[in-house]
Every structure is written in C-alpha cells, then in structure tokens.
C-alpha cells in the first residue's frame, strides 16, 4: 500500500468480500454420501492486529471472517445431488453453488448452513479445499490514523470450516476442519514526497512612485509538490549565520543592498521572511493538505525602497528552501 492506494498481490474482491487467489487444501475429512457445507462453529474473530517485527510499532484493524468459498475438486464429479436442508441452524444469508464452489456469507453472529446439501451414491470425501470471505474497515485510513511509520505489517489468525456430513450409521454430524490460516500482509509506505517543480521566472522589474520617490518590485513562484501526502508539506529554511535576505548589487560600483520579503499563500504562517529577516520559529511551517499534490505560491518583493538607497544596474540573490512530508 502506498499512501491510500492499495494494491493486492495474491488476494482479490470476490462479491464484495476479500478472498485469497490460493485455496488451502483439507486433507483428513471422512467420505460420506451426504454433506452440507457451512460457516464456523465457536466464537468469531473481530480484529486483527498488524505488527512491524522492525520498529514494534502495531495496528489494531477491524477484521471479520464473514464466509467461506468450499471447492469439491474432485467430489464435483460424484456429488452431482442436492435437496433441501432439514436442520436446526440457520440458512446464511448469501449461500450458493456454481461449478463446484460453494459460497458461504452470513453477517450475523453463529453458525450457518448452506441452503442445499450434497448427495452421492457411493461415499466419497465431500471437498478438497476451501478459503475464507473476509470483510476488513478501510485499511489504509486505520494505518493512518494510527500515524505508523513506513515498513510490513503483518497479522495471522486461524480459522477452521465446519460442515456437516451424514454418517454411516445415518445420523448427521458436524465437526471442524483442520484450521485454516488467514495471513494479512501489508507493504505500507506512508507518506512520501516524490518530486518538487517550481514555476517562476525570479525576475523582479522595479515599479517607480513619482510621488514618494520609491521603488517595488514583486515575482511569483508556484511550487507543486507530488507524491502522497497524508498531513500536508513541511517548508523550512536552512541553517544560516546571518539570516540575510537581501538583493545585492552585482555590476561594477557599490550600491544599498534591497531587503525583500516573502509570504506564502498557503503556510500556516504567511509571512516567511520580512524586509530581510525571517519570521519563522524553528526556521519551518507547514502547507497543509492531502492527497497526491501539495500546491502554494510563494511571493517574493520588496517595497518602497527610497530612490536615493538605489542605483541604476542589476541586483540578484538566492535563497534555499527544504520541503519534506509533514508526518
């Protein structure tokens, strides 16, 4: 799963239900001439809790074995017969049969049944393998929230198919299979900044007052982060001995240096730097925002500078800025 995207490698959606591409094979089940499949028998599993075995670090999931798929394998070929369930448990809500896949769903609480059972002449043993129907809360929100570092996170719990079969004294009995793991495994990468793009020529053309006798100038820059961000972008500027944000005068002679400033739009503080010195404590603020881009503008100018602090020629600086994701 990378940021809320996430992608199965050995799992899929059947019927709105998350269900393992592989079947468990069930070896040790008694031949019978009549089954019926069904859910669990004792208490069913709520939660699973998914570890990091690198950092420690957990998170506790909602997690339901809602169902059960059975394949008969080979006994689609002999259990070619249904008729009606005459029993004491519930029929589940979702029970159905097509090319010898049994599907099992109930969200209630207790065991339940198929509505059908199987029927063959000579005894044979009922199904080969079966998988778990599992209905889980948003993953990725639940990761989220739990604010855990990038790395796997892996949970098991072990759930054993019940069914009932006829035995050959004729009475009907049901028991449990042999348990039948259920692994959830997931690459979370959390937040991530992939790249940064800027837009903005740096030029700043003086604008003159004739009446104050002053200058200004102003540039933009639009800055686009992209990756995936769950708490939006941290902005922060380096370490520096001095400070100084000012524009200095770079043709032959010597002129004022221009103190500029620069505001952000989309910070928690918008003004950064002002009249030449920075604003920020710690040096950092955060744009907030979530999802693949984190966008603000960065405006940069200065203002009224008096004409007699100015001389005709160029003036140039630069300033660094380090954006990393806010986790």
């Given at each position: 799963m990378?940021?809320?995207?996430?992608?199965?490698?050995?799992?899929?959606?059947?019927?709105?239900?998350?269900?393992?591409?592989?079947?468990q094979?069930?070896?040790?089940?008694?031949?019978?001439?009549?089954?019926?499949?069904?859910?669990?028998?004792?208490?069913?599993?709520s939660?699973?809790?998914?570890?990091?075995?690198?950092?420690?670090?957990?998170?506790?999931?909602?997690?339901?074995?809602?169902?059960?798929?059975?394949?008969?394998?080979?006994?689609?070929?002999?259990?070619?017969?249904?008729?009606p369930?005459?029993?004491?448990?519930?029929?589940?809500?979702?029970?159905?049969?097509?090319?010898?896949v049994?599907?099992?769903?109930?969200?209630?609480i207790?065991?339940?049944?198929n509505?059908?059972?199987?029927?063959?002449?000579?005894?044979?043993?009922?199904?080969?393998?079966?998988?778990?129907?599992?209905?889980?809360?948003?993953?990725?929100?639940?990761?989220?929230?739990?604010?855990?570092?990038?790395?796997?996170?892996?949970?098991?719990?072990?759930?054993?198919?019940?069914?009932?079969?006829?035995?050959?004294t004729?009475?009907?009995?049901?028991?449990?299979?042999?348990?039948?793991?259920v692994?959830?495994?997931?690459?979370?990468?959390?937040?991530?900044?992939?790249?940064?793009?800027?837009?903005?020529?740096?030029?700043?053309?003086?604008?003159?007052?004739?009446?104050?006798?002053?200058?200004?100038?102003?540039?933009?820059?639009?800055i686009?982060?992209h990756?995936?961000?769950?708490?939006?972008?941290k902005?922060?500027?380096?370490?520096?001995?001095?400070?100084?944000?000012?524009?200095?005068?770079?043709?032959?002679?010597?002129?004022?240096?221009?103190?500029?400033?620069?505001?952000?739009?989309?910070?928690?503080?918008?003004?950064?730097?002002?009249?030449?010195?920075?604003?920020?404590?710690?040096?950092?603020?955060?744009?907030?925002?979530?999802?693949?881009?984190?966008?603000?503008?960065?405006?940069?100018?200065?203002?009224?500078?008096?004409?007699?602090?100015?001389?005709?020629?160029n003036?140039?600086?630069?300033?660094?800025?380090?954006?990393?994701?806010?986790?």
């Amino acid at each position: 799963m990378k940021g809320g995207r996430l992608t199965w490698f050995n799992a899929y959606n059947q019927s709105g239900y998350l269900t393992s591409t592989n079947w468990q094979p069930l070896s040790g089940l008694q031949p019978t001439t009549e089954w019926v499949p069904g859910t669990f028998l004792g208490q069913s599993v709520s939660t699973i809790k998914l570890r990091n075995s690198e950092t420690g670090e957990s998170v506790d999931l909602d997690f339901r074995v809602i169902g059960i798929q059975y394949n008969l394998g080979k006994a689609s070929a002999h259990f070619d017969g249904s008729e009606p369930v005459n029993g004491s448990y519930k029929v589940c809500e979702t029970a159905m049969g097509e090319g010898g896949v049994v599907t099992l769903a109930d969200t209630g609480i207790g065991f339940c049944i198929n509505s059908n059972t199987y029927k063959t002449a000579a005894a044979f043993t009922p199904f080969q393998f079966a998988r778990p129907l599992i209905k889980t809360s948003d993953i990725a929100q639940s990761l989220r929230e739990a604010g855990v570092s990038s790395g796997q996170y892996t949970g098991s719990v072990m759930v054993r198919p019940a069914y009932g079969f006829r035995s050959p004294t004729g009475s009907w009995t049901y028991r449990s299979t042999t348990g039948v793991p259920v692994t959830l495994s997931i690459r979370y990468e959390a937040a991530n900044l992939a790249n940064i793009e800027v837009s903005g020529s740096g030029v700043m053309p003086a604008k003159y007052d004739q009446k104050k006798l002053t200058a200004s100038g102003q540039t933009d820059y639009l800055i686009t982060a992209h990756g995936f961000f769950t708490n939006g972008l941290k902005l922060s500027f380096p370490e520096n001995e001095t400070d100084s944000f000012n524009l200095a005068y770079v043709d032959e002679g010597s002129a004022k240096p221009i103190p500029y400033s620069i505001d952000c739009n989309a910070c928690e503080d918008t003004s950064l730097v002002s009249n030449g010195k920075l604003n920020l404590n710690n040096r950092e603020t955060v744009v907030g925002g979530e999802g693949d881009t984190v966008s603000m503008m960065l405006n940069v100018h200065y203002d009224n500078i008096p004409a007699d602090d100015l001389t005709t020629g160029n003036y140039y600086d630069q300033f660094t800025v380090y954006f990393e994701e806010n986790l």
